[in-house]
């Protein structure tokens, strides 16, 4: 039934379905995970990186977590040349933002003139939607840490504890048995890594394989900080989900 109406991201199929739409989101699917858990100091991003050969050279950056401004971080899971787009879209309307109020620029305002720059991306002829999700972790004055979840159609909403990427219908189910909501950030590095411990393909997990990135408040400012792999290799020891990596070594 789809094939008549899949061929082009304007046209509606009788069950009023946007299959193009929904293909970008088949494509996220297939991505490495990433989970988002927003907790009562901070909120933590952790994502899983591909390793698709040896012989790849690990990249000095970050590969799933980006920072949009000095108040506001992502995590990707999709297709990473249009992250990027994204991205630079993001930095260059926060920073226009701040230069014409002085002030940063609020979490969700930010997220939601992003969307609006995806969702034109459904309505146009000629045009493919981006195949990327993003969790967004940001704090301001208004609504304190929040994290948001949007999607190649536009959409975006607020959560307490995210998922997306491959095998993300699991890891949700298990953040909304396990989510508490007065959660440490702590608990919260703990709680993702577990889930991504029974989520992730891959048997062991180790510091080349994931990436965890946190937006807290120091000094009365926001931070953003990203956990080096020698830190994030103690975290894993102490967490319990690399005994087998360990007895490997």
């Not at 630079?88 to 609006?116: I, K």
């Not at 702590?186 to 890594?193: C, G, H, R, S, Y």
């Amino acid at each position: 039934m789809s094939r008549r109406y899949d061929s082009r991201t304007t046209i509606f199929s009788p069950e009023g379905r946007l299959y193009q739409v929904e293909y970008a989101m088949e494509a996220i699917g297939n991505a490495g995970s990433a989970i988002g858990i927003l907790s009562k100091d901070g909120v933590v991003l952790v994502g899983e990186k591909k390793v698709t050969s040896k012989l790849l050279q690990t990249s000095g950056s970050t590969e799933k977590m980006y920072k949009i401004d000095d108040h506001v971080a992502c995590a990707v899971a999709g297709i990473m040349s249009d992250a990027n787009i994204l991205i630079n879209t993001a930095r260059v309307q926060a920073q226009r933002y701040t230069l014409a109020y002085q002030e940063p620029m609020p979490v969700e305002q930010l997220v939601q003139s992003l969307c609006d720059t995806k969702q034109g991306y459904t309505q146009y002829g000629g045009l493919r939607p981006f195949g990327v999700s993003f969790l967004f972790a940001g704090w301001d004055k208004n609504y304190g840490f929040q994290l948001y979840m949007s999607d190649p159609s536009g959409n975006y909403s607020g959560w307490k504890a995210a998922a997306v990427g491959a095998n993300n219908q699991a890891a949700q189910s298990m953040l909304k048995q396990d989510y508490k909501d007065d959660i440490t950030r702590e608990e919260a590095v703990n709680l993702a890594l577990k889930v991504l411990s029974k989520t992730m393909d891959s048997t062991s997990l180790t510091s080349e394989k994931l990436e965890l990135a946190e937006v807290l408040l120091s000094n009365g400012k926001v931070k953003y900080q990203v956990c080096s792999p020698e830190a994030l290799s103690k975290i894993l020891l102490k967490s319990g989900v690399t005994q087998p990596a360990a007895e490997a070594s």
